[in-house]
């Protein structure tokens, strides 16, 4: 076996699709197939099982896809130490970030990244920072620009404050409270649209209307800033939102402040203990 065939297995378990993981390696599907058949006749041992709609690892593959997992991760940072020590960065960059980031310009800033090191390729997670931290945590992302309540600062991970903003209120337009400045308990009778229940995009509202006393209505979940905006924007609801992400919406929505409202805080983190060099790369560039 060698260690083009261990990435093919590791990128087929993941993906739980011999297709998408053709994409990722940058490979016709015919040979990814080819050489894990020719790794399965090796070891004796069939590592997936395949069906016309769906890849899954057998008993045995998921035995072998966790110490391949290991030889992958020591021979790519056994080349970007190499790399490293002659003063080159390579290697990919797995960044997180979360949907609603506007402490960075995040295309500026991985232009201006790739810039300085073009050899390095930026694979790009976006999800809730609830997600993201753990996936940091286990080597999954090497770094993550995350949005969190003010009181609640991640834990088991290098971390960096970006910004602190208070969250404004999104209107249509013509609301009553539009040209004017609100406090929370103007919203308390309004239907609003937020993240979901329990999630870190929504952890500071629930957390001020609590601090304050007061209900609201959250008729409307959504994962997507756009969604909920469009929601706003079609006058069906309000929602509190970080100033940037209102600021480049619709047309037909408008930020007032809350001057009550609660805060959050942007934080970019990363692996407390041994950053790998694309991320100690990323940082500078952040710097």
Known sequence: MDLQQLRY?????????FTRAAERCFVTQSALSHQIAAL????????????????????????????????????????????????HVVGTLRLGVI?????????????????????????LRVGNSDALVPAVQRGD????LLGLHEDSVPTGV??????????????PRGHRLVGRDAVLGDLAGE???????????RAQSDAAFAAAGLERDVAFEADSAGLILGLVAAGLAVSLLAPGTVATSHADVVSEQVLDGPYRVE????DAASPRSVARAFLAALD
């Open 9 to 17: 297995v590791v990128e087929v378990a993941d993906a739980s699709s």
């Open 40 to 87: 399965e006749r090796e070891i004796g041992e069939r590592l997936f099982a395949r069906t016309s709609r769906s890849v899954r690892l057998t008993e045995p593959g998921e035995a072998f896809v966790r110490q391949a997992r290991i030889a992958v991760a020591a021979a790519d940072a056994a080349r970007e130490d190499a790399a490293a020590a002659a003063g």
């Open 99 to 123: 949907p609603t980031v506007t402490a960075v310009d995040l295309p500026a800033l991985l232009v201006r990244f790739r810039a300085a090191h073009p050899a390095v390729r930026v694979e």
């Open 141 to 144: 992302l090497d770094v993550a």
């Open 158 to 171: 290098e971390v960096r404050s970006l910004s602190r903003e208070r969250l404004v209120v999104a209107l």
């Open 191 to 201: 239907v609003f649209a937020d993240f979901p229940a329990g999630t870190s995009g």
């Open 267 to 270: 934080y970019v983190a990363w």
